[in-house]
Structure formats: C-alpha cells, structure tokens
C-alpha cells in the first residue's frame, strides 16, 4: 500500500510541478499574440487553478497524511513532512489571493482591449509568482527527496 501512496503522492507533485513549467515557458509567448488567443490561454490558467491544482494540492495532503500515519520511521516532527504541508498552504494561497485574480485581469485586458499598457506588469507579475511557487515545489521536492529533519 505504501508504493500505492508514494506513486500517487509523486504524481500529485509532478502533476503541480508540470503544470507550473508549462505556463512558465509558454505564458509570454501565448500573452504576446493577444486578443481571443491570449485570452482563452488565460482562461485556461483560470481552469488550471481551479480543477488541476487543487485536485493534485488534496492528492498529495491525502497521500502524504497517509504516508506519515503509516510510517514506522516518518512522523509529524520531521522538517519534511512540515515543509510539505507549508507548501501546499502557500501554493494554495498564492494560486487563490495572487494568480487567479492576475489571470482573470489579464483575460479583462485581452478581450476588452481596454488597459493594454497594464498587461506587462500583469503577464510579469504572473511570472514572477508563478516562478515563486515554483520556488517552493523545488525546495519541497529537495526537502522530501532528502528526508530534511531526519
């Protein structure tokens, strides 16, 4: 049952982890072109934020409980399992309070055509939390894959 769990959990991480790169590496590039284009990218993150990352953010909160309840060696005390709860509770507020909110503003712009000097700063400051986030699975997968606090 434990690799069930560990499979699941590395998937969840993967799942947020590959979602992130992707719109890291597209996102100015389908902003740029503008209009109905842009704009549907923008839903698509709107989309993202609310089916695909919170299904992989409650995957791996499962998995992981799961995991930490199971363990002979693993428990609550150990750095690891804390960092990876913080990164779900960040992730998530990022993703609620920050990137959603910056998308929706950025499909506003695209389709009214209204406020286009403001786009920059918004298509930047989507970047920057996104690479944050992003930031932070990285040192979340350090932190699990090196069992930190054990």
Known sequence: ????????????????????????????????????????????????????????AVLLLITGIWLVIDSPVYDWEHAFVAIGFLAIAIGAGVGIAVLG????????IHETGQNMAELPK???????????????LVVTVAAMVGKWGV
């Open 122 to 136: 918004v298509t930047s400051r989507i970047q920057l939390w996104g690479g944050f986030d992003t930031l932070i």
């Open 101 to 108: 909110p910056l998308s929706e503003r950025a499909i506003a």
């Open 1 to 56: 049952m434990r690799t069930t769990l560990l499979i699941i959990h590395i998937l969840a991480a993967g799942t947020w982890i590959g979602a992130n790169v992707t719109q890291f590496a597209i996102d100015r590039r389908m902003s740029a072109d503008g209009g109905p284009t842009a704009a549907a990218w923008h839903r698509s993150l709107v989309h993202l934020g609310k089916s695909v990352y919170p299904a992989a």
